[in-house]
């Protein structure tokens, strides 16, 4: 694909975005679906066409283009400037096609989910709004159009997330996210300015190529740079401390969640570390700083997830623990480990995400597991693509979450035996959250009110009978399927070599990281094969305990609960971590907006100084009004006075000037 088309790809669901957004109120619904997935699956289209044209290069190293609009400068200010320029190469290759064919299939499941929905033509704006915007971050060829892409998913995530902006709950996530996210980037900016005044450009190839002529650079300030990133990667990938708005995300419609979850906005902070490998590279600390994060983060949420009773948010902060082990990933110097699990974790936290959705949209509107129950056979597709998912991030073999989680794992263990067995752990209790989110949901007596699902479910696009649980349409059982598919056979292009494999997805960003299977290439086989037979083992430890607490004696669980009543309530409640820093952070810092400059700024200073100013015009006018009496006589005294103030300005003024 020539290099001149490569704008097309997120210019394309801009247009949607500006269609839709514009006219979409006077549209009627199958044109703004139209107008939303035409340009979505354009998009993807082009992308297949630039992966096979880029893959038939001579030279699999030669997979590299650019693109600059708007001419060159795109913005220029004393000496400095900026392009506003695309590029591609291996990464963004594969990150292209998360965006693209996922988002696509998200889009097209949204048609199904949001069809009786008020704003059904806003909603679809935003979501291509939303494609947009993480199309630009990825495409990006320096720092700062990557923070536009940046700021842009913030926006639209905030947007998406309040959609139910009636609600109050939906509109305060989506406040929640969008100050948070600001925390996190303005780490990201401090660090655009340190690569200003160290490089002087912003230019990947720029700032990447002076590291590399400078092997005596270690530490300093690429540590403060790197550091500075991580902050802004901990806000947007949702890392301790910054992760509480991603739970709170949930407000928004079940494909929000899915897009923001799986194939955009959360990613973003993964890839950014990816991207800016050269940076951490010469930093041992500010890796070691993202590994421990990393692997802290993927406890700490697998730890909640254990115990939370929504559907929806059982995945989010799987979503939160799965992230950190991406991070895990790239702190021991894994990138292209760390890559390869957000490659499979986008198809099956996309796929989980939807067939949660199907379960909601079949149970209407009910979220909380412990009102589900014997839905196998009421909904069969979704039973079983969601299994696909279940199994597949609890790294059963040979799904795909096996593979690419095996990989972080066996290079954690190569780097720091504590970071593995944290991992390690954080895997097992993954397996046991996600099969106990399948066993109360599909499994055991039906606990939900089956007359209030058949009154008020509804199919969209298709009549309704009233007679209970009904499974979901094509539309949206289709992208399920495929999702379902891609979960099971998506880790095979990462299938290492002593498992007869050939590591296909290595290979292929071997040029982008180096360094990233050098550790692999050393390793004694037997070590990487005892160390995924452990993982297994531990998957499916995870599995049979949530069998016997959750199917076989399901009473079980929840007297293990009342016989540490204190801890449970600890875990259910967040570890009050939501509590801690409205007390610590939110509420201080209301009161100093509302004391300080409420009342003393806007008080004093604002209000003062109108007062100050009515008087003063006043005073002036009282004054204006005794000059101008309609008196002559004292308009004639008047007149006097100034000639003789003139007079004696004139006198004494030349005498002191003379002296």
Known sequence: MPASYLWLIPLLPFAGFLINGTLGRRMPRQLVSAVALIPTFASACLWVWLWF?????????????????????????????????????????????????????????????????????????????????????????????????????????????????????????????????????????????????????????????????????????????????????????????????????????????????????????????????????????????????????????????????????????????????????????????????????????????????????????????????????????????????????????????????????????????????VGLITAGMTSFYMFRLWFKTFFGESRFDEQHAGEHAHDPGQGHDGHGVHESPLVMTLPLTVLALLSIIGGWVGVPAVMGGHDEIGEFLAPVFSNGTAAAETASHGLELGLAAVSVLVALLGFFIAYVLYCKKPLTAASYAAKFPALYRIVENKFYIDEIYQALIVTPLLMFSRLILGTLFDGGVVNGSGYAAGASARGLGTLARKIQSGNIRSYAGWLALGAAAVIAVMIFGRSIWLR
């Open 53 to 421: 044209t880029m893959k038939a290069a001579d030279a699999p190293e030669s997979i590299h283009s650019t693109i600059t609009l708007f001419g060159n400068n795109w913005i220029q200010i004393s000496g400095f400037h900026a392009d506003f320029t695309f590029t591609v190469d291996h990464l963004t290759l594969i990150m292209l096609g998360v965006v693209t064919c996922v988002g696509f299939l998200i889009h097209l499941y949204s048609v199904g989910y949001m069809a009786h929905e008020e704003g059904y033509w806003r909603f679809f704006a935003y979501l291509n709004l939303f494609m947009f915007f993480m199309l630009v971050l990825v495409l990006s060829a320096n720092f700062l159009l990557l923070f536009v892409g940046w700021e842009g998913v913030g926006l639209a995530s905030y947007l998406l997330i309040g959609f139910y902006f009636k609600k109050d709950s939906a509109a305060n996530a989506g406040k929640k996210a969008f100050i948070v996210n600001r925390i996190g980037d303005f780490g990201f900016l401090l660090a655009m300015f340190l690569l200003i005044a160290h490089f002087g450009s912003l230019d990947f190839s720029t700032v990447f190529s002076s590291i590399q002529q400078h092997p005596d650079w270690q530490g300093g300030f690429l540590t403060a740079i790197a550091l500075l990133l991580v902050v802004g990667a901990t806000g947007k990938s949702a890392q301790i401390p910054l992760y509480v708005w991603l739970p709170d995300a949930m407000e928004g419609p079940t494909p929000v969640s899915a897009l923001i979850h799986a194939a955009t906005m959360v990613t973003a902070g993964i890839y950014m570390v990816a991207r800016t490998h050269t940076i951490f590279d010469r930093s041992p600390y500010a890796l070691g700083v993202v590994a421990v994060i990393g692997a802290a983060t993927a406890l700490f949420a697998a730890c909640i997830g254990m115990v939370q009773h929504d559907i929806k948010r059982v995945l989010a902060y799987s979503t939160v623990s799965q992230l950190g082990y991406m991070f895990l990933a790239c702190g021991v110097g894994a990138y292209t480990a760390g890559i390869f699990h957000l490659l499979t974790h986008a198809f099956f936290k996309a796929l989980l995400f939807l067939a949660a959705g199907s379960v909601i949209h079949a149970l209407s509107g009910e979220q909380d597991m412990r009102l589900m129950g014997g839905l196998r056979k009421r909904i069969p597709v979704t039973f079983w693509t969601m299994t696909m998912g279940v199994f597949a991030i609890a790294g059963i073999p040979p799904l795909a979450g096996f593979f690419s989680k095996d990989e972080i794992l066996f290079h954690a263990f190569q780097t720091s035996k504590l970071l593995w067995l």
